[in-house]
């Protein structure tokens, strides 16, 4: 029997991950690039070495037990660490990350993410290196994009890994090390260990319905919206994007009627059809409002700003002074200081099509 320290490798784990990411032995032998049998073999290894049952051998699907999922949800975050240690390796040596992954609330702008990745691809490392970091003006990163159109390679050659999260969702892709930037994430309670924050500002929500929805003319004679008026009609909620942390669930009565939808454009969209009622950003929700397709009304349980802000991961060196970001990450993190991206990235928004 081998020592089980020696069988948690990284190739067992990325192995473990590969079962469940694709239900099947089958399916993570053929990513993997083995026979079926061989894949088999080697959880066989695994088990005998740790002397626990992984899967449950009762199933079809490739099942994990109790000690199964924790040497999963283990595994996926030493390989974490692990790649971590990689790419801090790596950017020692040249100093831009070998990968920048970047969260972002929805409620934010995507056109303006986009115009920052395009500043990113265009920039000139050896001018960033050298301390000549480009910035964004204008709306967001206009000067440098302006040199980005139609390019699709070059830059400092660091990969981005942009993803879309909602509420708690963005604070967890950040501590969960899944991401290395996140952007819009609550500010009301300190930041946990090793984690930065600054504010990114504040955002207004508007209490929003359909012209043709029945609290759309209660509202216009009777005043501010009571609980009891909204209880009878449906809600419309964005699903927390949290899987660990523990979710969001902000202006909901109970008792009420939920349409849970994926995303605030979701929501938004479900609005204007008349399926509900629900508080919405007033950026994004701006057009709807101007074109009529939404109507906002007041609510006795006024929905405040929400005051957001973005955050990363940095190792504390001595005397509790912040380590040296990498240079890709250092570079947006200069951008995010400038006004006038804050202000896109709460602002800018497109505009509906009729």
């Keep these: 029997m081998q020592n089980s320290h020696l069988v948690l490798t990284p190739e067992a784990l990325s192995m473990l991950d590969a079962i469940a990411r694709t239900g099947s032995f089958a399916a993570a032998a053929r990513e993997l690039g083995k026979v079926p049998s061989a894949l088999t073999y080697n959880v066989r290894q695994l088990e005998d070495a740790l002397d626990v049952l992984l899967f449950d051998r009762s199933s079809r699907q490739a099942?994990?037990?109790?000690?199964?999922?924790?040497?999963?949800?283990?595994?996926?975050?030493?390989?974490?660490?692990?790649?971590?240690?990689?790419?801090?390796?790596?950017?020692?040596?040249?100093?831009?990350?070998?990968?920048?992954?970047?969260?972002?609330?929805?409620?934010?702008?995507?056109?303006?993410?986009?115009?920052?990745?395009?500043?990113?691809?265009?920039?000139?490392?050896?001018?960033?290196a050298g301390g000549a970091a480009g910035g964004a003006s204008g709306g967001a990163a206009g000067g440098a994009a302006s040199g980005a159109a139609g390019r699709s390679t070059g830059g400092p050659g660091t990969r981005l890994r942009l993803r879309t999260e909602v509420l708690a969702g963005t604070w967890e892709a950040l501590v969960t090390g899944e991401a290395d930037l996140a952007i819009g994430v609550g500010t009301e309670a300190p930041p946990p260990p090793g984690v930065a924050i600054e504010p990114l500002g504040e955002l207004t929500f508007v209490f929003a319905v359909a012209p043709h929805h029945p609290l759309a003319a209660l509202g216009a004679s009777d005043g501010p919206l009571a609980d009891a008026d909204l209880l009878p009609h449906r809600a419309v909620a964005v699903a927390d994007s949290a899987h660990r942390l523990s979710k969001i669930t902000v202006n909901l009565l109970p008792g009420q009627d939920v349409l849970t939808v994926a995303t605030t454009h979701d929501k938004i969209e479900a609005l204007v059809r008349g399926m509900g009622c629900a508080f919405v950003p007033e950026p994004m929700a701006r057009h709807h409002i101007a074109a009529g397709r939404l109507v906002v009304r007041k609510v006795q349980r006024a929905r405040q700003a929400v005051r957001l802000g973005y955050a990363w991961r940095c190792d504390v060196g001595p005397r509790g002074r912040r380590a040296q970001v990498g240079l890709a990450l250092g570079w947006w993190l200069e951008q995010l200081k400038r006004p006038a991206t804050r202000a896109a990235l709460m602002e800018r928004h497109v505009p509906c099509t009729d």
Aim: charged residues 25%.
């Design 63 to 128: 099942r994990f037990t109790a000690a199964g999922k924790e040497l999963l949800n283990e595994g996926r975050r030493l390989l974490a660490e692990v790649q971590a240690v990689s790419n801090r390796v790596r950017r020692v040596a040249t100093g831009w990350e070998t990968q920048l992954a970047v969260a972002m609330d929805g409620v934010l702008s995507q056109l303006t993410l986009f115009e920052l990745c395009e500043a990113f691809y265009a920039l000139d490392p050896q001018a960033v």
